[in-house]
């Protein structure tokens, strides 16, 4: 429970790079995700190349966090597995590595990419990904530059016991 109520968006980091370990840790927290019909159509662009990273707020403003990161993920889904559920399949893994991210010590930001169309491509078109791959979301990663603090978001208005 701490790990999760502790975790935080964290979207300044240190130069400091990722070890290969570190990296590994990560990607095997993702693959570990619950995934329906356990068909885990997933697929993971590991970033670490400056210009690469760069790249991506030119056409997805919102991923500004990307220029001060040393590394980042991209999580695809892969649409020839797809059996309609690729989408919360590659939320589910996205959240694992954020998890993950935190227990290290690192920090890290969940920068979307799906369902804008455009940016979608764009992302194919940087990373020369095939057609059948779509680029879900961006997860930036790094040692935090920045403290932010727990916030206790339950909030008993949103629970509803045997109806509603
Ligand atoms: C589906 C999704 C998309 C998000 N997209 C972005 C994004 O494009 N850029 C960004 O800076 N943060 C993005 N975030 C992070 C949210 O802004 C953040 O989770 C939210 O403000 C709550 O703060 P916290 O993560 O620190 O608890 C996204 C989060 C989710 C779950």
């Known amino acids: 429970m701490n790990l999760l109520e502790t975790r935080r968006s964290i979207r300044k980091y240190t130069e400091q790079k990722l070890t290969?370990?570190?990296?590994?840790?990560?990607?095997?927290?993702?693959?570990?995700?619950p995934s329906g019909r356990n068909v885990r159509p997933w697929h993971f662009v590991v970033l670490s190349d400056r210009k690469v990273l760069d790249g991506i707020p030119v056409f997805a403003p919102n991923t500004a966090p990307l220029k001060g990161a040393p590394a980042?993920?991209?999580?695809?889904?892969?649409?020839?597995?797809?059996v309609g559920l690729w989408v919360q399949?590659?939320?589910?893994?996205?959240?694992?590595?954020?998890?993950?991210?935190?227990?290290?010590?690192?920090?890290g930001v969940w920068l979307n990419i799906y369902?804008?169309?455009?940016?979608?491509?764009?992302?194919?078109?940087?990373?020369?990904?095939?057609?059948?791959i779509?680029?879900?979301c961006v997860v930036?990663?790094?040692?935090?530059?920045?403290?932010?603090?727990?916030?206790?978001?339950?909030?008993?208005?949103?629970?509803?016991?045997?109806?509603?």
């Open 72 to 82: 980042a993920v991209v999580v695809c889904g892969d649409l020839n597995k797809d």
């Open 89 to 107: 399949d590659c939320s589910c893994a996205t959240q694992n590595l954020l998890l993950a991210a935190h227990s290290m010590g690192l920090g």
């Open 20 to 33: 290969d370990e570190q990296i590994e840790k990560l990607l095997r927290a993702a693959m570990s995700a």
């Open 140 to 164: 930036a990663v790094g040692y935090p530059a920045e403290e932010r603090p727990q916030i206790d978001r339950y909030n008993p208005e949103l629970v509803h016991y045997d109806r509603w």
């Open 115 to 132: 369902p804008n169309e455009e940016k979608m491509a764009k992302m194919r078109e940087h990373l020369g990904m095939p057609e059948h």
């Open 134 to 136: 779509a680029p879900f």
